[in-house]
């Protein structure tokens, strides 16, 4: 049996601040397979963008371990770690993170423009293959300001998938969205869980379960039976 898309084990994480240490993460250990659609719910407070942090090599942990695809990454340095996120990661976050002074063609670019090996033919092919798939590609040549709050998410949704990579991250990716456009957003996620893309989404919103595969819930720095949102 091939090994898992993610093993954590045991993953410890404090925040050191002037107050003094705050341990936020106490030892969790989570297998995540390909295809799955899994979200981190919890209070406020409990953990969720940290955990989201720490799986996108965004943020440093204490103690414990991270394997992805059988091989532990846990030692990385920054040079590695960047171009592991560049090749296996793409992030949704709530309030897009699209740059205002570029255009939406631009903003999707900017990932391939990290690898030097890809022709600007070959990134344009890319680039209108995901603006065709979320169904914008009429846009490109718009700037963020533009386009309504929905629109740019699907834009930051094409920006995460141009780099083809095993694991999509979002987090909150409804929370800026009324409920109209955030099942229009939903939905879009969804596709590309069925096509097979794993995916690992915080939210607060327990209506979002009926698109996941699984839910964990964090409660006081582990993972609870308990579904507390
Ligand atoms: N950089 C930091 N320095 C110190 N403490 C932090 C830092 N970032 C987060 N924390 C603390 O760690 C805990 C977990 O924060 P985190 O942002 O992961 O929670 P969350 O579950 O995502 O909450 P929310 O649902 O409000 O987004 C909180 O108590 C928070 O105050
Ligand atoms: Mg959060």
Known sequence: MSSPL?????????????AGDFPVLKGLNLDIE???FISIMGKSGSGKTTLLNILGLLDKFNEGEYIFRGEDI???DENKKSD???????????QFHLIESLTIY?????????????SKEERKRKIKEKLSQVGLFEKR????????GGQQQRIAIARALVTEPYLILADEPTGALDSETSE????LIKELNDDGKTI??????????????RDVFLKDGEFSEEETI
């Open 34 to 36: 390909e295809g799955e």
């Open 6 to 18: 993610i093993e954590l084990r045991n993953i410890k994480k404090k925040y050191t601040t002037k």
């Open 74 to 76: 846990t030692n990385f």
């Open 141 to 148: 040549y718009s700037r963020p300001f533009e386009l309504s």
């Open 200 to 213: 690992i989404m915080v939210t607060h919103d327990k209506d979002l379960r009926r698109y996941t595969t």
């Open 106 to 118: 631009q903003n999707i670019e900017i990932p391939l423009l990290y690898r030097s090996k890809e």
């Open 84 to 94: 592991f996120r560049n090749r296996n990661i793409g992030f949704i976050f709530q």
């Open 184 to 187: 229009d957003i939903m939905e």
